[in-house]
């Protein structure tokens, strides 16, 4: 658990789509924050300790029958509270306001004016601002104590402050990008009203928690399976920082891997890091097990099968293990933990890496970074130590180059495909994209097509390159790669890839495509 010495801010979940986003709003002012179930009750809240709540938006009406609410006593225990769109309405409805449902729907950009009493949670605030409103309801009637902070054209009551109980209210999102000056007032609600202290940094994670995995583990040994992928490296890092060469990295390489990843990893870790490091060789193993398997579902069951059973063996090998470090990141206990359903306690989502360890293995997880997110995970990586290359990685595939190659997998489409996306990655890390592209990579499709290549017809194979840009991996869109960098990685793929004669570009959006082609 996080020590109490850190400034903790809850954010109370009404099925908000924004909740996260507040979230993470909230610890990039350098506050930790967590989300919780919207009906906690005003005593697990108090044992917290929180310097502030705040209330999330919601699909709901409150005066839906069943519309949902918070423990009333939540009001009552001296902590700031900020309440934002149906958070705000509820807390008018709850202290004797008055909300009223459909007078002035009010959806999307619109200017704000504040008012002209001071606020600390308009503090350096333009007087007229523009904010973003998705609402149905409106508060008509702040409950007695508010004052009217600010207003718009067609919502009266769109902020509302009670400075003596440190209450607030605010009808639009300052969540979202399209309230440019939204992060001021959050920061402002939570330094200015709330007094956190900005303790929140990768560095001060990264202290508490190689205390608290200290304490988790003790003496006793751990394993990790490494993937290569950020997480999984970073949550070993952190581990080994914690109890050195008790942890031993088990990584499986099963052949399936981009050009030079296997040594970068291995050399990371084990050469640059001193951590102990079992590698395992088993492209033989996974290459036989994939022979004449042509469909996907099917080459990814026989390859998550596979490292599990290899990575059994090796956990098996290293005596006395009782714990086993994985990399689950805070959305994963999010999307499968408290949102609206109330109390649920997190409920822990396998890694997609490992793919769901059998229980007869009974180990305890050591999961140090299921506070955090992706961003800050790098962050703690580069805290950590880790090079930049290895800290800014694309996501990668657990089931790798194999759902990369339509078809059939084999060594020598494997060879292809890896000199294919080699030059993918180098030309956009020359064109400084490498950052601003979520995932930019080769697929080696099973077309065949004619070309010619001096006076010779060929028949070679067709590879397809894929950039796209993203938030998250649950949607994307086609990267606008600038044309010369296109007309690079097309020319370089036909002259020095053998067998390769064709190269188009993938200008899907997902949905309706994925992201990998498989
Ligand atoms: P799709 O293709 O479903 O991919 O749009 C979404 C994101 O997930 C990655 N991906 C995986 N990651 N194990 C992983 O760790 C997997 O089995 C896996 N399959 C897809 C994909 O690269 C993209 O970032």
Known sequence: ???????????????????????????????????????????????????????????????????????????????????????????????????SPHVSREFGKCSLAIGE???????????????????????????????????SANTPVAAMGDEERNLYGVQFHPEVVHTPEGSRIISNFLYKIAGCRGDWTAESFVDQAVRSIRQQ?????????????????????????????????????????????????????????????????????????LKGVEDPEQKRKIIGTEFIRIFEDEAARIQDVKYLVQGTLYPDVIESGTGSKAGAAAVIKSHHNVGGLPSDMRLELVEPLRQLFKDEVRRVGLVLGLPEEVVY???????????????????????????????????IGKAGLSRSIWQYFAVLTDLRSVGVMGDKRTYGRMVAVRAITSEDGMTADWARL???????????????????????YDITSKPPATIEWE
Request: aromatic share 4%; with cysteine.
């Open 217 to 289: 583990i003790g003496e006793g040994k751990a394993v990790c399976a490494l993937s290569g992928g950020v997480d999984s490296t970073v949550a070993a890092v952190l581990v080994h920082r914690a109890i050195g060469d008790a942890l031993t990295c088990v990584f499986v390489d099963h052949g399936l891997l981009r050009k030079g990843e296997a040594e970068e990893v291995v050399g990371v870790l084990s050469n640059k890091l001193g951590m102990k490091l079992v590698t395992v060789d088993a492209s033989e193993r996974f290459l036989a097990k």
């Open 482 to 504: 600038p044309d010369a960098v296109l007309e690079r990685i097309a020319s370089r793929i036909v002259n020095e890839v053998h067998g390769v004669n064709r190269v188009v």
């Open 117 to 151: 009493s001071a606020s600390p949670l308009f503090e350096g605030v333009s007087p007229a601002t523009q904010c973003w409103m998705s609402h149905g309801d409106t508060v008509l009637q702040p409950p007695p104590g508010f004052k009217v902070l600010a207003s």
């Open 393 to 427: 990685r694309q996501p990668f595939p657990g089931p790798g180059l194999a759902v990369r190659i339509i078809g059939e997998v084999d060594r020598e489409k494997l060879k292809t495909l890896r000199e294919a996306d080699a030059i993918v990655r180098e030309e």
């Open 1 to 99: 658990m996080k020590e109490s010495s850190t400034d903790l801010v809850l954010v109370l979940d009404f099925g908000a789509q924004y909740a996260q986003l507040i979230a993470r709003r909230v610890r990039e002012a350098r506050v930790y924050c967590e989300i919780a179930a919207y009906s906690v009750s005003a005593e697990a809240v108090a044992s917290r300790k929180p310097r502030a709540l705040i209330l999330s938006g919601g699909p709901a009406s409150v005066y839906e029958e069943r519309a949902p609410g918070v423990d009333p006593k939540i009001y009552e225990l001296g902590i700031p509270i900020l309440g934002i769109c149906y958070g705000m309405q509820l807390m008018a409805r709850d202290l004797g306001g008055a909300v």
